[in-house]
């Protein structure tokens, strides 16, 4: 006799109940307070880098999800600065896959809960089945068997964590680094002035438009109650998820580390990180409009690895923010239509609040 396999519905967080919020000189709600579980099935004790985003992301992933989940983790910082011999942190069952097998791995636990609940040898309830990967996995070296398990339809979840490099191997240029980035691999020079010359890969929106039966977001660690709320979205969701999540990696990007929340909130602000959800049931995105609209270059200036723009490079950045505000909906103030002209930039490297040029990152 087959057995039903009952699903979970995890309630979601209050984004609204802030009971003491306090709001900053832009008018953002510094804090959000909403009862949050007390369980960190991600616990002190890992080896990440001081400010380090993917563990943020790790930490406020894992406390959605509580403690009936089991994890995946492909090669990455977040294996193997997580792993050390005999130390871990994580209070649920983690398993370690290779860099490109994050999607097949994940298929083969989804697909096995399923089978061992139907048959009676796993007593249920189907537990909270997720996979967080890098972005080199994500959307490089692994993209074809993630794609495969959101096309296949397991339910399960799969997050990209985007640190937007290669980041365990020493800071490598991955599809997801973007425009004029430092990376080891795109180093700035006569040659090549903005060191990398790509746009990078719009990997949420190929897996939205590639995949139309999965839920498919974006978040970033400014936005924890997002961050946990689309976690537990993706959970609910019969079926595959997909979720990309921008995390700061301060070693690659070279900024002071109490600065990662505030760069998942800059990203947004100035027009370079789109925060949306695609609804499979109306098949419809639905864009989130941030409060603030900055220059690109209140972003740009708080980390080394842009450092060596140009005036023309900066321009650049803009205009690509410039026609996200018109894809997500909003209009372009002129202050920042504007910045589309070279003239009206300096060199990165001497806007107020400028880190050092980085000529070394992961060196
Ligand atoms: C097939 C394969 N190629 C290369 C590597 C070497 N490698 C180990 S970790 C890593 C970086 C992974 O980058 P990403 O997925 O973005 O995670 P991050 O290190 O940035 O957290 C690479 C290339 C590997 N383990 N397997
Ligand atoms: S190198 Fe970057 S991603 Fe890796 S542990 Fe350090 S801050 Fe985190
Ligand atoms: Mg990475």
Request: charged residues 20%; glycine residues 10%.
């Amino acid at each position: 006799m087959a057995h039903e396999v009952i699903r979970q519905q995890l309630p979601l967080f209050d984004e609204d109940g802030r009971a003491g919020a306090t709001d900053d000189e832009h008018g953002r709600d510094l804090y959000y307070l909403p009862d949050l579980p007390e369980g960190d099935p991600y616990a002190a004790g890992h080896r990440t880098c001081a400010g380090c985003g993917p563990a943020i992301q790790y930490r406020w992933v894992l406390k959605a999800a509580g403690q009936d989940t089991v994890v995946a983790g492909p090669t990455g910082c977040m294996y193997v600065a997580n792993s050390t011999y005999l130390c871990t942190p994580y209070t649920v069952p983690w398993a370690h896959t290779p860099i490109a097998s994050g999607g097949s791995f994940t298929s083969g636990m989804a697909a096995g809960y399923e089978a061992m609940i139907r048959k009676g040898r796993y007593p249920g309830p189907y537990p909270n089945i997720l996979v967080m990967a890098g972005d080199g996995s994500a959307a490089d070296i692994g993209l074809g068997t993630i794609s495969g398990a959101l096309y296949r339809n397991h339910d399960a979840l799969f997050i990209c964590y985007d640190n937007e490099c290669y980041a365990n191997t020493g800071i490598q240029v991955s599809p997801t680094t973007p425009y004029a980035g430092m990376t080891t691999f795109t180093p700035f020079g006569k040659a090549i002035p903005e060191g990398n010359k790509l746009p990078p890969k719009n990997l949420a929106k190929m897996m939205a438009e590639g995949h139309p039966h999965c839920y498919v977001a974006t978040t970033t660690v400014g936005y924890p109650v997002d961050l946990m709320n689309k976690t537990r979205k993706g959970l609910n969701h019969v079926g595959a998820a997909f979720l990309h999540c921008y995390t700061p990696c301060q070693k690659g990007w070279v900024y002071q580390t109490s600065m990662t929340v505030e760069l998942g909130r800059r990203v947004v602000e100035s027009g370079l990180w789109p925060v949306w959800e695609y609804d499979p049931a109306e098949r419809q995105y639905h864009y989130f409009h941030p409060p603030v609209q900055r220059p690109v270059t209140d972003y740009l200036a708080m980390q080394g690895r842009f450092g060596h723009m140009l005036p023309e490079h900066v321009a650049t950045m803009q205009v690509g923010a410039n026609r996200n505000w018109e894809v997500i909906g909003m209009d372009v103030p002129p202050a920042l239509r504007d910045l589309e002209d070279p003239a009206r930039h300096q060199r990165l490297k001497d806007e107020e609040y400028s880190m050092p040029l980085n000529r070394g990152a992961g060196a």
